[in-house]
């Protein structure tokens, strides 16, 4: 209550809240309304049986699930963000425009990746509107009607995006992930009258488990996010007094147990996401050919064990990717050498980057195993109990829980900062 209080008192984080709030409200505003024309209730089927759709709706901030005007929700602009991550790696001049062109060249990477969002959302637009056509969900679409679509979830997708960003700048935490929150949020008193319409006795020790499962896995995530190791480091400090003395400060340098938070489970079911969905727009097409490799990417990504696999693998391969992009090893090598600070036992220079570099590997091989893990329980939940809703449930989960947890830490920063 006192930490609510301090928030309300300050009236520039009282506002970025405000902010935040209105700002999710005009989302979930606009994910109400409806393209015409749509079967609501083969839809909702579709939803409940379908995993890849469901995720569709996570990510659409629970817009498909009305089929609204930004059913497409932040999808295309992480799709992007993902492809624009990837250049880092594969052409230098992206990775020297990320890394060391400082503000400047951050915001024109941003531009990039602004830009490529929109032909993806028109490929995924496009895509799911003859997906949900060749399903009945939808009604066929003449040329016209089916350009007028487009552009409606293209601008939709687009304004989504700039809402996100006007989150991450105006408000408090990253507005993708904000956006993704408030529709896993929206969906929970739709989830629970379902359970309690179904109810029985004979299910309750079934939501017991279920129950004291999500609570351990809250607890799991919270203590593997706010885990760190810190690695000492020594400044060798000149006092200059009377008598002229010389002292050793020591601190230390905190790496994070998992560095990439929430952004690996994101990206990777935004990427398993976008072949499903070439793969059932293709599944109808006349071309054999094309048949047979979209059946073959169906089946396999149908199979829950190949899927389970796919899905643990990329969590793991994205947090190790992501950590890498984000933490620059060399640079805080450099950084520490220019403040006259050092690692005891290590040369400043490549021996400190050395170092620095197998701490983080070894620690980043943990989260991301752990991360992996989790990502993969509800998967092994629903083949053992044969309810659909807990693979795409328990992705909501872990993205909450971080999400709330990257909230809570940065309205903490920002009392504590306004306190020095």
């Given at each position: 209550?006192?930490t ?7 009236k520039?984080?009282?506002?970025r ?7 999710l ?7 109400s309304?409806?393209i015409?024309?749509v ?30 005007i ?18 880092t ?6 990775k ?11 915001r ?28 009945n ?7 016209q ?11 939709g997708?687009?304004?989504?995006m ?27 008193p ?7 319409q179904?109810f ?6 079934m ?9 351990l ?5 919270v ?7 810190q690695?000492t480091?020594?400044?060798s ?25 929430v952004?690996?489970?994101?990206f ?37 064990l ?10 793991v ?26 690692i ?11 170092y ?9 091989f ?8 989790i990502?993969i329980?509800p998967?092994?939940?629903q083949?053992?109990?044969g309810?659909?809703a807990?693979?795409i ?5 872990l ?22």
């Amino acid at each position: 209550m006192k930490t609510l209080k301090r928030i309300w008192q300050d009236k520039v984080l009282r506002n970025r809240i405000l902010f935040v709030v209105l700002i999710l409200a005009v989302v979930r505003f606009l994910s109400s309304i409806p393209i015409p024309g749509v079967d609501k209730g083969a839809l909702a089927v579709a939803l409940s049986n379908n995993n890849f759709l469901g995720f569709l709706n996570i990510f659409s901030g629970g817009g498909l699930s009305s089929f609204s005007i930004i059913m497409l929700g932040v999808s295309p602009y992480i799709t992007a963000s993902i492809i624009m991550q990837l250049l880092t790696v594969l052409v230098p001049k992206f990775k020297e425009l990320y890394h060391e062109e400082g503000e400047a060249g951050r915001r024109k990477f941003t531009q990039y990746s602004r830009l490529l969002t929109v032909p993806l959302a028109i490929i995924q637009g496009y895509a799911l509107l003859a997906l949900l056509s060749a399903q009945n969900i939808i009604p066929q679409l003449l040329p016209q009607d089916m350009i007028l679509n487009i552009l409606i979830i293209t601008a939709g997708a687009v304004l989504v995006m700039w809402l996100g960003e006007q989150i991450t700048e105006y408000g408090i935490g990253n507005g993708a992930s904000m956006i993704i929150f408030a529709g896993i949020v929206a969906s929970l008193p739709t989830s629970v009258i379902q359970v309690i319409q179904t109810f029985d006795s004979s299910m309750i020790p079934m939501i017991l488990g279920v129950l004291l499962l999500v609570a351990l896995t809250i607890a799991g995530i919270v203590f593997v996010t706010e885990a760190e190791r810190q690695i000492t480091i020594t400044y060798s400090k000149q006092a200059s007094n009377f008598y002229g003395s010389t002292g050793i400060t020591n601190t230390y340098l905190p790496i994070r147990l998992n560095q990439a938070g929430v952004i690996p489970i994101i990206f990777a079911v935004s990427l398993l996401l976008f072949p499903q969905l070439i793969a059932q727009f293709f599944g109808n097409s006349a071309n054999a050919s094309l048949q047979s490799i979209a059946q073959f990417f169906t089946d396999f990504l149908s199979n829950t064990l190949a899927y389970g696999i796919a899905y643990f693998l990329l969590v793991v391969l994205f947090t190790y990717f992501y950590t890498a992009v984000t933490f620059d090893t060399a640079k805080t090598s450099e950084n520490l050498q220019k403040s006259g600070a050092f690692i005891p036992g290590f040369r400043p220079g490549e021996a400190t980057t050395n170092y620095i570099g197998g701490v983080l590997s070894r620690i980043t091989f943990f989260g991301a195993i752990f991360l992996g893990v989790i990502a993969i329980l509800p998967l092994l939940l629903q083949a053992m109990t044969g309810v659909q809703a807990f693979a795409i449930g328990g992705t909501s989960l872990l993205i909450a829980v971080s999400v709330v947890i990257d909230f809570v830490k940065k309205v903490d920063a920002q009392l504590t900062m306004r306190e020095y």
